[in-house]
């Protein structure tokens, strides 16, 4: 048996990876072409294959990604190749679902505007000096306190891919309170937490949208979902939902997103993914006090490095015992 990593990875690692399969010949490539002239004979490749690499192998049974995503990875001789192809889906889920419930709870109790309000040492509240409460004044001064604020156990959530982020939002937008609905491409494979309303086919994308106060996108890029958000699905939200996009940015197209909150078709927006990553300085998503725009950081944890290495330990210790693989990737959704 033979296994090859490219690009190649640190002693510890390799040496949780060779203790998985001691009998097996082991290849840490440090160049691809060093990676390239391994490959005859190869059964297994974990880490990043090219075309050229691939053209060169004559056995090759499993490739595993190191990434979740696979728009810069897969290749058409890959996806057509007999190999079983694997990623690192799920590693994220509970992570990144924390940070979306912080874009949400932002947004609920306007967090991020009372965040520039302290650089600006403005002490107002928001929906402006007519929603400022003296509470001096006794009973009634409640009634004023209703502004501007989401009560998140009457807000509905809609999630568009419920796999292992989705469900891991789902989750705690339930303990939250709040009514959770789905969609996926395969609504009949996923697993929801109970207490999701319902998780439909791509045909109810619209409906959901429309329901949902806040659209949260957790799909990955594939041709089908690239450039999804487009002007038209956009218009399907209200003007008081918040769109919040953790599952890669090719799928909203920034464009029609700026005119959609220049509109006011939508309330807002939190973006962790883009179609251009950078984001360049000079684009105009930066100038919304109602959008809020991290680096791709939300899958940042001291957790995720943990488990992308026992889930490779995993998968070789299966692959040398010729038992069912992790995190199968079903390579027809991108060809
Ligand atoms: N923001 C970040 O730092 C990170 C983002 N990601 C992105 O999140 C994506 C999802 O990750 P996981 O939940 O772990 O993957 P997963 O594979 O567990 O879930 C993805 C779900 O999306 C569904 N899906 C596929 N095509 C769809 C479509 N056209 N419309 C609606 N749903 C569709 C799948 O059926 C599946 O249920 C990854 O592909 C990756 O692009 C992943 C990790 C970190
Ligand atoms: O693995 C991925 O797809 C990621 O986005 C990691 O942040």
Not at 184 to 208: A, I, K, T, W
Request: hydrophobic share 45%.
């Amino acid at each position: 048996m033979k296994l090859v990593v490219h690009p190649a990875v640190d002693a510890d690692r390799l040496e949780a990876l060779r203790s998985a399969a001691p009998e097996a010949e082991w290849i840490n490539a440090v160049s691809s072409s060093e990676a390239q002239a391994a490959m005859p004979g190869v059964d297994g490749f974990l880490g990043k294959i090219t075309p050229a690499m691939l053209a060169r192998a004559d056995r090759l049974r499993w490739v595993q990604s190191f990434t979740a995503s696979l728009e810069h990875y897969l290749f058409p001789a890959l996806a057509a190749h007999p190999c079983v192809l694997t990623n690192t889906r799920g590693l994220f889920g509970d992570v990144i679902a924390d940070q979306v419930m912080g874009y949400v709870l932002c947004f609920a109790r306007n967090l991020h505007t009372y965040v520039e309000r302290r650089i600006e040492r403005r002490y107002e509240p928001e929906g402006g000096e007519s929603a400022r409460v003296d509470f001096a004044s006794g009973p009634g001064v409640v009634n004023a306190m209703d502004r501007a604020t989401i009560y998140l156990p009457r807000a509905t959530m809609g999630v568009i891919g419920m796999g292992g982020i989705g469900c891991e939002v789902a989750r705690r937008a339930l303990a939250f309170g709040m009514t959770v609905r789905g969609v996926d491409r395969f609504p009949d494979r996923v697993s929801p937490p109970s207490g999701v309303d319902r998780v439909d086919g791509l045909n109810g994308l619209e409906d959901l949208l429309t329901w949902s106060d806040f659209a949260v996108i957790a799909a990955p890029h594939t041709p089908e979902t690239e450039g999804l958000f487009d002007a038209k699905i956009l218009a399907a939200l209200r003007p008081s939902t918040y769109l919040i996009n953790v599952g890669r940015g090719a799928i909203v197209v920034l464009d029609a997103l700026v005119a959609a909150l220049r509109a006011g078709s939508l309330a807002g927006a939190a973006l962790d993914v883009y179609e251009v990553e950078p984001l360049p300085p000079g684009h105009p998503l930066w100038s919304f006090p109602n959008v809020i725009l991290t680096p791709h950081t939300a899958g940042y944890s001291p957790v995720v490095a943990e488990r992308h290495r026992a889930l490779l330990v995993d998968n070789v210790r299966r692959f040398v015992r010729n038992e069912p693989l992790l995190n199968v990737v079903d390579k027809a959704l991108w060809f």
